[in-house]
């Protein structure tokens, strides 16, 4: 029996087992897995899991060999499906469907990062801004394995470029997530309710993110 619970924004998949008779926490392909006895409840499971974040997140970033990108794949940015072209040739845009990208062949995969980098970029911050009421200076894209998105004490906020390849709802659940941290520096009821109030689809993109998430890397 498998069920993935996301503990701390991290998607942890829970495999029951007949025979095992101890909690193991491991990663596998980029995706941290708990395998448990039967017996055992999802509170103890997270309760173990808690435990071992240090150690977790630092195998995350180990893990998840980085897919790169190739010539004729097709990827979906910003909820636009796109096929990559290379074609040489100074500029890297999209038209029709098609990304069509500069440069020497052999650079293929940084051009179309840094471009979806870019349009990804340029959506966060206006979404965040619609989302809080005001622009936002400080927004950051990173390259991260274990979080989607955070906020600092001092209210930057920054996200994983990979997000630019998710559906347009979970992106948009992730910047709700995190413009609403900039008030509330907690996962208490009341910071769920804000971010709710700002975008309704919470649950859908949460799961998306649970079950979806590692494919994004
Ligand atoms: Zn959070």
Redesign the pocket.
């Known amino acids: 029996m498998e069920k993935t619970i996301l503990i701390d924004?991290i998607p942890v998949l829970f495999k029951r087992r007949k025979g095992s008779k101890n909690m193991r926490l491991y990663v596998r392909k980029g995706q941290a897995c708990l395998s448990m006895p039967w017996y055992v409840l999802n509170m103890t499971g997270e309760r173990f899991v808690r435990a071992h974040m240090v150690w977790l997140k630092e195998q995350l970033k180990q893990s998840a060999p980085s897919r790169t990108f190739q010539d004729g794949q097709d990827i979906c940015l910003l909820g636009t499906p796109l096929r990559i072209q290379w074609v040489g040739g100074t500029k890297t845009g999209e038209k029709d469907g098609v990304l069509s990208v500069g440069g020497e062949a052999c650079h293929l995969h940084r051009r179309v990062s840094d471009y979806i980098k870019r349009q990804t970029l340029a959506y966060i911050e206006k979404k965040a801004a619609e989302y809080a009421g005001r622009p936002l200076g400080h927004i950051q894209l990173r390259d991260t394995h274990s979080r989607w998105g955070s906020c600092s004490a001092q209210g930057h906020l920054s996200f994983c470029w990979r997000l630019g390849l998710a559906p347009l709802f979970v992106l948009d659940y992730v910047i709700a997530?995190e413009v609403t941290?900039l008030s509330e520096m907690n996962?208490s009821y009341r910071f769920w309710q804000k971010v709710k109030a700002i975008n309704p689809d919470v649950a859908r993109a949460k799961r998306w993110l649970a079950t979806n998430g590692h494919t994004l890397h």
């Open positions: 924004d997530h941290h996962h």
